[in-house]
């Protein structure tokens, strides 16, 4: 069973930059793709970022230049560096797995782009 | 981009009587590989969204059998036969054959009359 725990959430100003992680248990870290999907307060889902278990990476065009995916196999481990932050980034970001698309969920982290 | 539209945006449903979600894609998502990347989430209030169902029709596990995916082409449909208290949520689908990027529907809020 997948299990995924997202961390690195919090109060940041436009401009400014954070870190998020996505610890992974229960399943082969190494052999599946991982997602990042966002939800602003009160809105839809919306895909981030998307990181193939050969190293490719893709981006929604809104984050492409200040978002990147990347991961930690020794660590079971995912990572979003997020940087250049603008307000309408706020949301919270989830991880997710890749099992015929977008499957298992983790709980999430708030991030909030606020001065 | 692939946009999914969903249908109603809400639906009051009375509980122990069936309901039904339209989700309609701009286009066709059969895949290269002959499957249909159409998938269904349920996220209930305050929690993370969990998939449903997969490629239209499959259930993933533990998801109660009062719920199915159907469809083809551009049009798919969530059904729930006899609603419960524990379905009151927001359902969205989502596609992953045309890609990237992935994209949702605009979700479907499930109350109880």
């Known amino acids: 069973q997948a299990h995924m725990v997202e961390s690195g959430g919090g109060l940041v100003q436009p401009g400014g930059s954070l870190r998020l992680s996505c610890a992974a248990s229960?399943?082969?870290?190494?052999?599946?793709?991982m997602y990042w999907v966002r939800q602003a307060p009160g809105k839809g889902l919306e895909w981030v970022a998307f990181m193939e278990s050969d190293g490719s990476k893709y981006y929604r065009d809104s984050v492409r230049g200040r978002f990147t995916i990347s991961r930690d196999n020794s660590r079971n481990t995912l990572y979003l560096q997020m940087s250049s932050l603008r307000p309408e980034d706020t949301a919270i970001y989830y991880c997710?797995?890749?099992?015929?698309?977008?499957?298992?969920w983790g709980q999430g982290t708030l991030v909030t782009v606020s001065s | 981009d692939v946009v999914m539209t969903q249908s109603p945006l809400s639906l009051p449903v009375t509980l122990g009587q069936p309901a039904s979600i339209s989700c309609r894609s701009s286009q066709g998502l059969v895949h290269s590989d002959g499957n249909t990347y159409l998938n269904w989430f349920q996220q209930r209030p305050g929690q993370s969204p969990r998939r449903l169902i997969y490629?239209?029709?499959n259930r993933d596990s533990g998801v109660p059998d009062r719920f199915s995916g159907s469809g083809s082409g551009t049009d798919f449909t969530l059904n729930i036969t006899r609603v419960e208290a524990e379905d009151v949520g927001v359902y969205y689908c989502?596609?992953?054959?045309?890609?990237?990027?992935?994209?949702f529907g605009q979700g479907t809020k499930v109350e109880i009359k």
């Open positions: 229960g399943f082969y870290f190494n052999y599946y793709g």
């Open positions: 997710a797995t890749n099992r015929d698309a977008i499957a298992d």
């Open positions: 490629k239209v029709s």
């Open positions: 989502m596609q992953g054959t045309h890609w990237p990027p992935w994209t």
